[in-house]
């Protein structure tokens, strides 16, 4: 599977905007973080069909996936505590 990503420039610095799963187009709704290592950026992407880790090799502008998150309520990753529940 080939993986590319789209860069938005919009507002001065460069942003994921979209990645290609091959012939999938997929929309980055949000940049959620990014952090760098020595030689690669590392960038969490949320999609509507779920959260990404993408990486990019600096040098070579290459891209690769690194984790994928699927789609889930956040109320079934983070239950939210009934008050008044007893156990």
Known sequence: ???????DAAGGEAR???VHFGTQRVIVNEV???WHSRD??????ATNEGSYILVCEDATGDWD???AVGKARRD???????????H
């Open 65 to 67: 996936l690194a984790a």
């Open 32 to 34: 959620c973080d990014r």
């Open 76 to 86: 079934e990753v983070c239950p939210v505590p009934r008050h008044g529940a007893s």
């Open 1 to 7: 599977m080939g993986l590319s990503v789209e860069m």
């Open 16 to 18: 994921p905007c979209a």
């Open 40 to 45: 690669r950026t590392w960038w969490k992407v």
